[in-house]
């Protein structure tokens, strides 16, 4: 029993160490505990009412693809608006259950929020379903182009990138910087917005050398880093002199382009940190017009209705390069070629 | 199809699924001696996400790899103490506490990361070393002789778990503790000591396998980068049906089929990526339901032990 007694203890100990290092989580901007987490990082101490902007992601802030570009895309919208006193910005992670996804949705919806935001194509009939019981509250969903018109619904927007075009223009790099005549890709799932991207790449080789292979991997997986290193690995035995690919799970590729000298093309958000000297550009999302247009749809009134689609003609979608790296004159010529071609539609990215 | 089937098309099959088999041989091994002394731990993953991160962090702060792996082993060496200090002593249900320590694991893994690092960051990691002499054997050199040094460890694990579970004295009290705990207590095994040995030394392998990915095979820290791996990891020790060599054939099985599909698909063979992702699952399935069974499961396996006094 005495021993029992001192285990117990030992746990109590432990238990209170473990808490000792969450403490300072309270103050930290971000919190995550395991499958589902949600965190509100605002303050009431404003005298105005904040907009509120809740949003559900299937990975996280710092994912580095798909769910950073649009909370980067709500901080920056933030700061423009003042700081939290302004806009509060909720979010909830790894909400690859789309069953978790529907609850916090709904919980968001009844908590207040002006604008619930569904961030994963699979949200859209649970968050169809939400927008019915809270007809006063503002939903958007991406990605998509449906924002429920024909079904009656007023309060839901859509978004989406045409993740082709920039795609298209990291094509036309990677065909210039290609030297032996094989480019890699390593994709997540063959859908949505990855798909998008790699067929407006594999355009962009083709385009610009019909003699390229374009090899493209898809691990079937959005999350599977260990996997995509090895994509990413397999590749390069396979001759690949440069690779791009698409979802979080990219770290992985990024960092074995890195270890065996491959440049890398990104694209959703800037993947240049990974890989300083060898990322050749990033094609970014850059969600603030559609934020700020959406939060000024909805303070006059407003609720939904609107599809928005990133563009590079809108400025939407930018192709950065990054400093890091020596692009030759000519392929950021070309590339710039290829981004004022889509603008001024001389340039259509043929779809499969 | 007949380009899939050249040497260096082998080749790199072959070498892609030893390095892939590096975390899932860790993981595995560790898990077995658990499971051969009655603990089934299902907190892997968790373990290794916190194993990843304490080995990506001390590198990213120190660029020290050793010290990378230390600290890895040490923090899976703890989790391994909060899982026998529950389910050994406190004889808590070990399939709920295990999923508890993954979540927590999990959890505790991604709040670390966001409040120390903040960011997606790579370091540079266990580069790939050629052995002298060995790897210039054609084939079996250039496939097992040309990779990172915790690769060669994960596989040397392998017969040296064994010998210890075969051929030492603990090995013997982990055999006898998971097959009739009541028979070894009466011999004078204290079964609560063997359970927690063995639960910490899984769980320090299980943070290893974490950190041969995150300063190992990809030399960066994310978020759940595990993905599930700890989770197939258990499975393997099943599939290998509790003895090491076992494990090792199941986790090539698995690693080199992964392997074979993404080059199927570079290859650009008109196979649908979605089959070819499934194949190493589906070959999985069949390979464990076609294998004849000549090994029981530890007989006291998720049974705590309480002592008839």
């Given at each position: ?18 808490a000792a290092c969450a403490a300072p989580a309270a103050d930290a901007p971000a919190d995550d505990n395991?499958?589902?987490d949600?965190e509100a990082a605002g303050s009431e101490d ?37 700081g939290e ?268 | ?110 709040l670390l990361?966001k409040m120390l690092?903040g ?191």
């Amino acid at each position: 029993m005495k021993k029992r007694l001192w285990l117990i203890g030992l746990t109590i100990v432990l238990a209170m160490a473990l808490a000792a290092c969450a403490a300072p989580a309270a103050d930290a901007p971000a919190d995550d505990n395991a499958a589902a987490d949600t965190e509100a990082a605002g303050s009431e101490d404003a005298t105005a009412e904040p907009f509120r902007v809740a949003i559900v992601m299937p990975s996280t802030i710092t994912d580095l693809a798909w769910s950073q570009s649009m909370y980067d895309g709500l901080v920056a919208v933030q700061s423009e608006m003042g700081g939290e006193g302004a806009m509060e910005i909720a979010y909830s992670e790894n909400m690859f259950n789309v069953a978790d996804a529907a609850a916090a949705i709904r919980d968001y919806a009844a908590d207040g929020y002006d604008l619930v935001m569904a961030h994963g194509t699979q949200y859209g009939n649970s968050m169809f379903e939400v927008a019915t019981d809270f007809p006063e509250t503002s939903f958007a969903w991406g990605t998509a182009i449906d924002t429920g018109a024909d079904e009656g619904y007023e309060n839901v927007f859509a978004y989406e990138a045409n993740a082709q075009e920039g795609g298209y223009v990291n094509g036309v790099i990677a065909a210039m910087i290609n030297q032996s005549g094989v480019i890699g890709v390593v994709g997540p799932v063959e859908a949505g917005d990855a798909k998008l991207y790699i067929d407006g790449f594999v355009a962009g080789v083709k385009a610009t050398n019909p003699d390229i292979d374009v090899n493209i991997s898809y691990t079937g997986n959005f999350g599977d880093t260990a996997l995509a290193a090895e994509a990413a690995n397999t590749h390069i035995k396979a001759g690949a002199d440069v690779l791009t690919g698409s979802a979080q799970q990219v770290v992985g590729a990024v960092g074995v382009a890195k270890e065996a000298g491959v440049p890398w093309l990104g694209t959703q958000s800037a993947q240049t940190s990974l890989a300083p000297d060898l990322v050749i550009a990033n094609q970014l999302y850059d969600w603030t017009g559609t934020i700020n247009d959406m939060i000024s749809k909805i303070n006059a009134g407003e609720l939904g209705g609107t599809a928005y689609v990133l563009t590079l003609a809108d400025g939407g979608l930018v192709v950065e390069f990054n400093d890091g790296y020596a692009t030759p004159d000519d392929v950021k010529a070309a590339a710039e070629e290829a981004v004022q071609g889509i603008i001024d539609g001389s340039i259509t990215v043929e779809m499969e | 199809m007949n380009e899939l089937f050249t040497l260096g098309v082998l080749i790199g099959i072959a070498h892609s699924g030893v390095r892939l088999a590096t975390p899932y041989l860790f993981a595995a091994l560790g898990e077995m001696f658990g499971q051969r002394s009655g603990v089934l731990n299902l907190g892997v993953d968790g373990i290794m996400l916190m194993g990843a991160f304490a080995g990506f962090y001390t590198v990213f702060n120190t660029g020290n790899l050793w010290l990378g792996v230390a600290a890895a082993l040490g923090v899976g060496a703890l989790m391994g103490l909060l899982m026998a200090v529950v389910s050994v002593t406190m004889q808590a249900e070990q399939g709920i506490s295990g999923i508890g320590l993954y979540l927590f694991g999990m959890g505790m893994s991604s709040l670390l990361f966001k409040m120390l690092i903040g960011s997606v960051e790579s370091v540079s990691g266990f580069r790939a070393v050629a052995i002298p002499v060995l790897s210039r054997i054609p084939v079996i050199g250039e496939v097992f002789f040309d990779q990172n040094i915790l690769t060669y460890l994960a596989f040397l694990m392998v017969p040296l778990s064994w010998f210890v579970l075969n051929k030492t004295t603990f090995g013997l009290k982990i055999r006898a503790v998971g097959q009739n705990p009541e028979a070894a207590d009466s011999l004078g095994v204290s079964v609560n000591r063997v359970r927690y040995a063995t639960t910490i030394l899984g769980s320090a392998m299980a943070g290893l396998a974490g950190a041969s990915m995150s300063i190992g095979l990809l030399n960066v820290f994310q978020e759940n980068m595990t993905n599930g791996l700890g989770f197939i990891a258990v499975a393997l020790v099943y599939f290998g049906g509790w003895r090491p060599y076992g494990i090792l054939g199941g986790a090539l099985l698995f690693s080199t089929v992964s392997a074979f599909q993404l080059w199927i698909q570079v290859l650009g063979l008109p196979i649908a990526s979605d089959i070819a992702v499934m194949l190493p699952y589906v070959l999985t399935i069949v390979a464990l339901a076609v294998a004849v069974r000549q090994i029981q499961q530890p007989a006291a396996l998720t049974k705590p032990y309480e002592r008839g006094e």
